[in-house]
Nanobody, 118 residues
């Protein structure tokens, strides 16, 4: 089992920045690909960003490309999401997720709320 706990959400204004963190425990963090997903009220959960278990590959949703940066610190078992130039449409609950190597995401955190006011 992998336990994931997100932090860093909050209420900000459009154009501000936030940094989300996800603390992982339970298994060898460096064996897991990691991702960030978000779900806005009344909408389906969507992929935001991912990083491979090796750390050398990242990918982003088009809506956040150039504004968000995903990173991992295997020594600290931590995943991060730096979010810049936030927009009201970024408002959502953000979840981190883990998958063994290149498998399916099957471990999820409880989420942290990000609210961006206009």
């Amino acid at each position: 089992q992998v336990q994931l706990v997100e932090s860093g959400g909050g209420l900000v204004q459009a154009g501000d920045s936030l940094r989300l963190s996800c603390a992982a425990s339970g298994r060898t963090f460096s064996n897991y690909g990691m991702g960030w997903f978000r779900q806005a009220l009344g909408k389906k959960r969507e992929f935001v960003a991912g990083i491979s278990w090796t750390g050398d590959y990242t990918n982003y949703a088009d809506s956040v490309k150039g504004r968000f940066t995903i990173s991992r610190d295997n020594a600290k078992n931590t995943l991060s999401l730096q979010m810049n130039s936030l927009k009201p449409e970024d408002t959502a609950v953000y979840h981190c997720a883990a998958r063994y190597r290149d498998g399916l995401y099957n471990y999820w955190g409880q989420g942290t709320q990000v609210t961006v006011s206009s």
